[in-house]
């Protein structure tokens, strides 16, 4: 970046810690903070008529439909809370396909007779609305002269306030139909989805006994980020439109020093992930930890994990807190996942988990995992799960960001497999040979100092390279990437475990009418599930070459792009577990596809006309200057009578470097004017032909950037975002 304008950012960075005030929410003070700003129960069983409360937990608790004439009580309940605390406006908030979120806001104030206004808010206004539904995408399942949509209250998701100094709002969570009843949304078919699972795996349950009649899928997603000052953001055109830079050389420090992992966090930095935990924390998002990241200018955020359609609102509430908060400490949040060549990308771990409604974790193991065959039951199942349907867990983590990572020996590989650890690995091994007999232990952890703690061992190590490793008691789905909602990656879990469910009921039942003993009909269906599925189920390196080939032999699927891994949603197999569960019929499945494919076009077309508009009005211009200084040198060398073997090999050099970059950007623009075919056959013209392009021009701006004087270049380098803060 030009010295003067650079010379003024690193000063206003400068003045950064004097101004952040870090204010530690003390504890006290979190737990009358927590859920302030939310509609919860509390406040529903204050403000409510005992039967319309009781009807509400119902629906929420047990899935009961709402009785529409309740509707109207709570309407006015949740609109005379919301006005209280300076609300003016209403919104129906939902998640279209294309992946950010959706509110329309409408206002409480109607005119009243006397000409005066009063806030009114009736049943019908908060269970339906209908905003103009003919801008959001809909994967061709509607043209825009039908372009109805309604959004339909989701009772379970509780509402809150969006506040700032000039008023308040009332946020409603809700899903988003098509007047024909198709899913537009990711919650709808999400809320469909958990119902499914429930209903199987009660199916299950009930074989052994439990008295539950829900089963929750639980999550925890946890989110990482970058942090970087707003100044230099700003002077990033490649940072503010795609999310990520387009050039830039890697630095002389980058992370290999390993000194920023759980290091301490700067004030400034401190100071902004408090105000998004207060604000989170009002909002009734259960935010929990936070650290250092490995790249530098890395951090991550986890909450307490929640039912996965609360979770799934809240981790996009975290998303939107974390870019709006930023600002106000001089701060722009970068979700992308991989803002930075070079350095870690972001992902976001998917926590996960089933839960019944008596309170029981269904992949929690206890100490005698050997003895509790239900958990054997159920965590079999879920290898057969990730083995039938990787390529549609491959697919629900597939987006133009995410091909920087998966794969990249950073993140988990794209090939999808178990990580299960010693323990639960020597049990089913157990159970393959036969007989269950015994439970690995971990055993007791000595650090050989006395004044220390004795410290339990874990029975499994980690494996930070699995992308689907059991962490004790739930699976960290650990594909999915920072920018991404989270709803897909539960939905297609959720339809692939719910499959495996049905079957292993199917199975016991069966055998029941057999007249088979219960004990040898689960002992024999572990045996097959592990037989049938153990080729996922891996436990090595999964950033090695080995793993690449042994998952090859072992006929494991392995795309490594989104344009490879898409058409997996579309699969026979896939498709038919998505209708027979129905979560989505074919043709709103096909939307999902079809949206997603042209949003990765529509990415990679963007980046890469940013990357020309970089070229010819950022980096050239530089590179030009620098030329005709090197040039004018040369010539007074010259004219002085001297010789200079090097400067005129300097000045070859550079020619040559900017004569490639110039052909390349010529090279890339060509490639862009590429207007026919199908958007299958776009996808791949983008993936096989663009993307080199651009990979190419990168690499030759960034070998320009190191050697055109710093003063001169147009942009802030790695070195000033990552590390001036
Ligand atoms: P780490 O993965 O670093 O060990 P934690 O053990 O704190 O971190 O857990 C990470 C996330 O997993 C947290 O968001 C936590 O709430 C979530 N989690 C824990 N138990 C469950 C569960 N039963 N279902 C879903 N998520 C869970
Ligand atoms: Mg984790």
Redesign the pocket.
């Known amino acids: 970046m030009g010295s003067a304008a650079l010379r003024d950012a690193i000063k206003d960075v400068t003045r950064w810690p004097m101004r952040a005030t870090v204010q530690e929410m003390a504890p006290s003070q979190a737990s009358k903070l927590f859920g302030s700003l939310t509609f919860n129960d509390e406040v529903q069983r204050s403000r409510l008529p005992k039967d319309v409360y009781r009807a509400l937990r119902r629906t929420i608790t047990q899935g009961e439909p709402l009785d529409p004439s309740v509707a109207d009580t709570i309407a006015t309940a949740m609109k005379d809370w919301a006005v209280e605390r300076g609300a003016t406006h209403f919104t129906h908030w939902f998640l279209p396909m294309t992946g950010i979120t959706a509110e329309k806001h409408d206002s409480f104030l109607q005119p009243g007779v006397d000409g005066r206004a009063v806030a009114e808010f009736s049943g019908r206004e908060l269970t339906m609305g209908e905003p103009d539904a003919s801008s959001f995408p809909s994967g061709g399942m509607r043209s825009t002269f039908e372009a109805r949509g309604y959004t339909a209250w989701d009772p379970t998701s509780p509402p809150w306030l969006l506040t700032n100094h000039n008023g308040a709002t009332l946020v409603i969570p809700t899903a988003f139909v098509s007047w024909t009843g198709e899913a537009l949304d990711k919650k709808t078919p999400l809320l469909r989805s958990m119902e499914a699972l429930s209903k199987q795996a009660v199916r299950v349950l009930r074989l052994f006994g439990s008295k539950a009649s829900r089963v929750y899928t639980?999550?925890?997603?946890?989110q990482e980020y970058f942090l970087i000052d707003r100044n230099f953001y700003f002077a990033r055109p490649d940072l503010i439109n795609a999310g990520r830079t387009l050039f830039g050389a890697r630095p002389p420090k980058g992370q290999e020093m390993e000194d920023q992992y759980f290091g301490s966090i700067p004030d400034r930095v401190l100071a902004c992930m408090m105000e998004v935990e207060a604000e989170l924390y009002k909002c009734g998002v259960p935010v929990?930890?936070r650290h250092n990241e490995v790249a530098p200018s890395q951090y991550e955020v986890?909450?307490?994990?929640e039912n996965a359609n609360v979770a799934t609102d809240h981790q996009m509430m975290t998303m939107e807190a974390l870019k709006r908060v930023a600002p106000k400490y001089g701060l722009a949040c970068l979700l992308h996942e991989k803002p930075f060549a070079g350095v870690n990308g972001s992902g976001k771990?998917l926590?996960?988990?089933m839960?019944d409604d008596l309170g029981n974790?269904l992949?929690?193991p206890g100490d005698t995992p050997h003895q509790n065959v239900q958990f054997l039951v159920f965590c079999a199942a879920m290898l057969r799960a990730v083995n039938r349907f990787q390529g549609l867990l491959r697919a629900a983590v597939a987006r133009a960001g995410n091909d920087h990572r998966l794969g990249a020996n950073e993140a988990p590989p794209a090939i999808m497999s178990v990580f299960l650890g010693d323990q639960l690995t020597d049990l089913f091994a157990q159970i393959e040979r036969g007989a269950v007999k015994e439970t690995k232990q971990g055993g007791i952890l000595d650090t050989g100092v006395s004044v220390l703690p004795k410290l339990l061992r874990h029975a499994g190590d980690r494996n930070r390279t699995s992308p689907f490793a059991f962490?004790?008691?739930?699976f960290?789905f650990r594909a999915v990437s920072s920018n991404q909602s989270i709803a897909f990656p539960n939905i297609a879990l959720n339809v692939a475990v719910t499959e495996a469910l049905d079957y292993v009921v199917t199975e016991l039942e069966t055998a029941k009418k057999k007249g088979q003993k219960h004990e040898t009909a689960v002992r024999a269906l572990l045996r097959k599930l592990v037989k049938d599925n153990k080729r996922i189920v891996f436990n090595g390196n999964g950033y090695s070459e080995e793993w690449v080939k042994d998952a090859a032999h072992r006929g494991l699927l392995n795309f490594t792009n989104t344009v490879e891994a898409l058409p997996q949603l579309l699969e026979p197999e896939v498709v038919e577990a998505f209708e027979r569960y129905k979560v989505l019929n074919g043709r709103e499945l096909r939307a999902r596809y079809e949206v997603k494919l042209e949003t990765y076009n529509k990415t990679i077309n963007m980046e890469a006309q940013m990357m020309v508009l970089m070229a010819n009005r950022y980096i050239l211009p530089a590179a030009f200057q620098y030329q005709t200084q090197v040039a004018q040198s040369v010539a007074a060398v010259k004219a002085a009578g001297a010789q200079s073997k090097e400067s005129r090999r300097a000045l070859d050099e550079l020619t040559g470097l900017i004569d490639a970059f110039r052909t390349r950007t010529q090279k890339l623009v060509r490639a862009l004017d590429n207007h026919d075919g199908s958007a299958e056959q776009h996808a791949r013209h983008f993936r096989q032909v663009v993307v080199p392009a651009m990979e190419a021009l990168r690499d030759a701006g960034d070998r320009l950037e190191t050697i055109v004087p710093h003063g001169m270049w147009p942009l802030p380098t790695y070195r000033e975002m990552l590390f001036i803060k």
């Not at 639980?218 to 946890?222: A, Q």
């Not at 986890?302 to 994990?305: E, N, V």
């Not at 962490?471 to 739930?474: A, D, E, L, R, W």
């Open positions: 639980t999550c925890g997603p946890e929990k930890t986890a909450p307490i994990f771990h926590n996960w988990s839960s974790n992949l929690d962490t004790g008691n739930k960290e």
